[in-house]
């Protein structure tokens, strides 16, 4: 759950440095997990005089990870640090108490306080699902089941012949079931893009959600409610918010050997959480994906939380 309080007197504070505007970054998504309250800071400048010294300080972004040492020896605060594979230098040193390090596929380490996770941290979670289901349930039961939810991104090369053709096959396996489609158009798709895909449906029984329209982004809803989630050239993001439902996953083409993308689906295929869409939605055995609850459990038995 996530609770995030704005008095300087509380257990978890998160610095993260190097993003946009209202974005959280990891150590935001791991501060969720641990149903305590938590604060956000920018930097050590927006820290006012005689605050109570966190219980623990969680950092992401080089600029953060500096001011969260600056706690460390002004408090003696521990700090956990999250950074991705491939960072060297600074980030690789044993400076911090704990470093999450976030790749895309399984990775060996030597230190004692490195925790590798599968991906980028995220909010979403097993529990989130349920919360989604909850909402969004009965404002779709009247869709017919088998119901796909289908998320078409902007991740990957899909030009409009190709996004016809997705979405023709999807729609004729969907006819052929009975059922119905639930169609979440991200931002950045291209109009020609999405029109294409949804023509491509035909006939079949959908129900259509764009980027940009009023109402609440209902993806995480229509995933949380739909029997199958297919992904049509999904972000690393989209990928893993996916993985985190117990429903069967299904991307649409076969990753290739290069890339984040293609290395991160490559191992949720190894590991059994994800397969190719071949008009066959039938279920399998698959736990969620949750790398962010399961690192919030370690810090929080090793750090007495």
């Known amino acids: 759950m996530i609770r995030e309080e704005r008095t300087c007197n509380t257990p978890l504070w998160i610095i993260e440095s190097g993003l946009s505007k209202g974005e959280a970054g990891p150590a935001h998504a791991l501060a969720s997990r641990f149903d305590l309250s938590f604060r956000r800071l920018r930097d050590l400048a927006s820290m006012e005089p005689g605050c109570v010294p966190p219980r623990l300080v969680m950092t992401s972004g080089s600029s953060a990870a500096f001011a969260g040492l600056s706690l460390r020896r002004r408090f003696g605060v521990p700090v956990v640090h999250c950074t991705h594979h491939g960072t060297t230098g600074f980030f690789g040193q044993r400076l911090f108490d704990e470093l999450i390090l976030s790749a895309t596929h399984p990775v060996r380490t030597h230190g004692t306080h490195v925790i590798p996770v599968l991906g980028p941290l995220s909010i979403v979670s097993p529990t989130l ?78 129900l259509v959600w764009r980027h940009g329209e009023p109402d609440d982004d209902p993806t995480l809803g229509f995933m949380a409610c739909a029997d199958a989630i297919v992904l049509y050239g999904c972000r690393v993001e989209t990928v893993i918010e996916a993985a985190a439902s117990d429903l069967p996953l299904f991307v649409e083409v076969v990753p290739g050997r290069f890339g984040t993308w293609n290395r991160l689906v490559r191992t949720l ?15 399998w055995v698959r736990s969620p994906l949750d790398e962010a609850g399961r690192v919030a459990q370690m810090l929080r038995r090793r750090f007495g939380l």
């Open 269 to 283: 295929m190894e590991q059994g959480m994800l397969r190719l869409f071949d008009r066959d939605i039938s279920p």
């Open 129 to 206: 699902y349920e919360r989604a289901r909850h909402v969004w349930g009965e404002r779709l039961e009247h869709l017919p089941s088998p119901r796909v939810a289908a998320v078409l991104d902007a991740g990957g090369a899909i030009d409009p012949r190709r996004a016809s053709v997705l979405g023709r096959q999807l729609g004729e396996m969907v006819r052929a079931e009975n059922g119905s489609v639930m169609v979440s158009v991200a931002r950045g798709v291209a109009r020609e893009v999405a029109e294409s895909f949804i023509a491509g449906l035909d006939e079949c029984f959908s």
